[in-house]
Structures are given as structure tokens and as C-alpha cells.
């Protein structure tokens, strides 16, 4: 596994190879004993070379937003680097599944990655679920009476964001408010990275989608790379496969359990796109 993909930080570290491991998961935020850093990233790199021995039999799941496109301050402006593009389309010759699996609609996820051919699934599952339907109408009501200025309607589900926010403390204060509603009226409600999410009540999630898309597809050997708290369902679902592994794309406002429960820490959609290179 290469170390930050900064092209400078590469010629600058060259004559060190354990250099680069050990600083990815200092800036990562990894805050356990000294040493324990360097064991996982070690570890990791021998997971993933086992996991490209066999690709025929290997899916690698990815999320979107944080993981393939860095965060940006307008969601509808997020993209794909060219250069992480021409990374998925090469895995999607060389692997068994190559699916993103983000918290849009698989159809605004497959516009921000840009790569045809892939599998898409959006609304954190949702879309795989028939029952989700029910609660389309239902969604479109509430949001409908709820005045946010920055209001993502995914038909299944809803993301008000607050990233832009001048008064965090208040905007949360008034999220709050908006989430207590939703739960009256039997909606699930989650806060992720500067954003409320508003969903139907049902046992769907990240975790359920990649079970379903490893079921239908046969496989059990996969890597799934996310960066928020709804990547926890997903690094679950890989338990008790032949081969599982979790990466964590870490980053100031990602959660310190994601990392904890990863096999895997890499700093930013940069440094998993180094990953992506070495499968």
C-alpha cells in the first residue's frame, strides 16, 4: 500500500519505506499506543496483497462522498478526480464487483463517479428495498412542511445539511427540532458529517446492501472503503467472510469508531486512491 498521494511527500519519503505507513496513521488521528499504528498498516498490507490474488472472486465496495470525491462545501458540486476514475475502471476489468454504495440516489451517485459500468446503489440501501416506496409520499409531505435552506431530497430519504451553516450551535439546535418531528411521525433520523438524515423505518443500511450485493454475486472476499459513521453497517456485513477488509478514510470530522473498527486507515480520498493502485 503507497503512503499520501502527494507526489512531493513520495519523492520526499522514498528512501524511507516505513516512513510513509507510520505518518498516514499518525495524521489519521490514530491515537493508540506508539506502536500499535505500524502493526495495523503492516497488517493491512498483507490483507490487501492477499485480497488481489484473486480477483475473479473479490468485490470492492466503495462509498462516494469522502471516500472517492473529497467533501466540498456544495454536495451537488462533489466529482470524482479523473485520475480515480480511470483507477475504478480499472478495477472494473480486473474485479468480480465493483459497486459504490453511497447515501445519494444511485443515479446522482453514478454522476458524481462518472465511471459507466459500475454498480450503483443510493439512499444507503434504501433503493434495494421495495418497502422503501411506501415511505416515499410520505417524506415528500414532511419535507414539504419543513423549511431548510439546504434540503437534499433523495426521494427515499432526505439530508439536510449544515455545513455552510454561520451558527453551527444554532443550526443544530433547530436540526434537532426538525429530527424530533420526523421521529413522531415514525421516520429514522441519523446525524453524519454536518448533516441530518432523514429516513423510513426500515432495517436497511449500507451493511444490508453490501450482504445483498455479495449474496446475488457469490462472493465472499471483498474491501469496503468508507469515511462516516454509516460505514460501520458496511464493515460489519464483512464479518465472517473468507476475506474482509475494512478501510477507514479518515479525516477531522470522521468518527473515531470508524478507524477503531477498521483493518486499514488511510488520510483522505487521496490516499485511497494510492490503495485503490495496489489492488
Known amino acids: 500500500m503507497r503512503g499520501p498521494a502527494a507526489q512531493e511527500e513520495q519523492q520526499r519519503h522514498d528512501d524511507d519505506p516505513a516512513s510513509d505507513p507510520e505518518q498516514r496513521a499518525e495524521e489519521a488521528g490514530d491515537e493508540a499506543d506508539e506502536d500499535e499504528p505500524h502493526r495495523r498498516i503492516v497488517s493491512g498490507m498483507d490483507l490487501i496483497a492477499l485480497l488481489a490474488e484473486q480477483p475473479e472472486r473479490t468485490a470492492i465496495l466503495l462509498d462516494v462522498d469522502g471516500a472517492l ?3 466540498v462545501p456544495r454536495p451537488e458540486d462533489a466529482r470524482v478526480p479523473p485520475e480515480t476514475k480511470a483507477e475504478l475502471r480499472r478495477l472494473n476489468g480486473r474485479y468480480a464487483l465493483v459497486a459504490c454504495v453511497s447515501g445519494r440516489t444511485g443515479e446522482d451517485a453514478a454522476r458524481v463517479v462518472g465511471v459507466p459500468g459500475l454498480v450503483y446503489v443510493g439512499n444507503h440501501g434504501l433503493e434495494l428495498e421495495p418497502a422503501a416506496d ?21 426521494r427515499l430519504s432526505a439530508a439536510l445539511h449544515y455545513r455552510d451553516a454561520q451558527d453551527e450551535t444554532a443550526a443544530r439546535k433547530a436540526l434537532d427540532e426538525i429530527a424530533a418531528r420526523a421521529e ?3 421516520f429514522r433520523t441519523r446525524y453524519g458529517r454536518k448533516v441530518l438524515e432523514i429516513l423510513p423505518p426500515l432495517e436497511a443500511n449500507k451493511g444490508t446492501a453490501v450482504r445483498r450485493l455479495l449474496r446475488e454475486h457469490r462472493l465472499e472476499r471483498a474491501l469496503y472503503a468508507g469515511d462516516d459513521t454509516t460505514d460501520l453497517d458496511a464493515f460489519r456485513a464483512l464479518d465472517g467472510l473468507e476475506l474482509g477488509i475494512r478501510v ?3 479525516s477531522r470530522e470522521g468518527p473515531a469508531e470508524l478507524r477503531a473498527a477498521a483493518d486499514v486507515v488511510v488520510d483522505g480520498s487521496e490516499a485511497l486512491l494510492a490503495l485503490l493502485r495496489d489492488l
Not at 137 to 154: C, N, V
Open 248 to 250: 477507514a478514510v479518515a
Open 184 to 186: 413522531r411521525q415514525g
Open 134 to 154: 411506501e415511505w416515499a409520499e410520505k417524506l415528500h409531505r414532511f419535507l414539504a412542511e419543513t423549511a431548510w435552506p439546504r434540503t437534499e431530497d433523495k
Open 69 to 71: 470525491a473529497p467533501i
